[in-house]
């Protein structure tokens, strides 16, 4: 378990409760945090603390941490929405527990990391962690000659997207083919690959995330596994 988390996710994690059980235990002063009562289930457990519930001590399950090769034309979401959730394709017990560290848009395939561990996700997503991300992009129009060590620069130096006040952090473009490239970011904002060639005066026609951090997809289409030790480590070392 890492630092903290709240006590009703605590209690959950600890037992087949659900968030509502839990939450209805914790009101009735049945829970306690190093001998003391506590009914709000808001509070914050921390790693050294003693949990008990009517008298038995709690100890959490172990964080889940997964990738998975997302397939176009689902959602990075618990739920159904307008287009089936991914985690359909996630045969594995207590699934609402999860959460994606980083989504991807509905026609965007590749590498997403799934996990119940809110900090690691957090460590992942937070910009000034620089913590890389690499899509292969498949453009509408043809990258010439002339212009690529201009787009290459531009992409390092930043864009100014449209509704943002800033220029984006600085990108490395790689151009594959002149309607290929690579290009790899440490931040993610909304539609944000797609955005930087809009800003560019072209159009993201196929878009395919191949690398998180020091993470590289290696799985077939609708396909998941657990991250090994060294995996989930390299993300608590950005």
């Excluded at 003693?50 to 997964?66: A, C, E, K, Q």
């Excluded at 965007?108 to 119940?116: K, P, Q």
């Excluded at 620069?153 to 997207?161: E, H, R, T, V, Y």
């Excluded at 944000?192 to 026609?205: T, Y």
Aim: glycine fraction near 8%; charge should be neutral.
């Amino acid at each position: 378990m890492l630092s903290a988390m709240r006590l009703d996710k605590f209690v959950c994690k600890s037992t087949e409760l659900t968030r509502k059980e839990a939450v209805q235990y914790i009101h009735a002063g049945e829970v306690c945090i190093n001998g003391e009562v506590v009914t709000i289930e808001a509070t914050q457990v921390h790693e050294n603390n003693t949990v008990l519930l009517n008298g038995g001590r709690l100890i959490p399950r172990d964080f889940r941490y997964i990738m998975m090769n997302k397939p176009a034309g689902t959602v990075c979401s618990n739920i159904d929405e307008v287009y089936p959730s991914l985690f359909n394709f996630l045969d594995i017990e207590k699934a609402s527990e999860l959460h994606i560290a980083g989504r991807l848009d509905a026609d965007t395939t590749g590498l997403v990391l799934i996990t119940d561990d809110g900090r690691w996700s957090f460590n992942i997503t937070l910009p000034t962690n620089g913590c890389c991300k690499a899509y292969r992009v498949q453009l509408s129009r043809a990258i010439s000659k002339e212009s690529s060590q201009d787009l290459i620069a531009q992409f390092k130096k930043g864009l100014k997207l449209q509704g943002e006040q800033g220029l984006t952090r600085p990108a490395k473009l790689d151009i594959i083919t002149p309607k290929e490239v690579l290009l790899t970011i440490t931040e993610g904002k909304f539609h944000q690959v797609k955005r930087m060639f809009s800003a560019v005066g072209n159009r993201v026609v196929g878009l395919h995330r191949e690398q998180i951090g020091e993470v590289f997809l290696d799985l077939e289409v609708g396909q998941w596994r657990y991250l090994s030790k060294n995996e989930v480590e390299s993300f608590n070392n950005n």
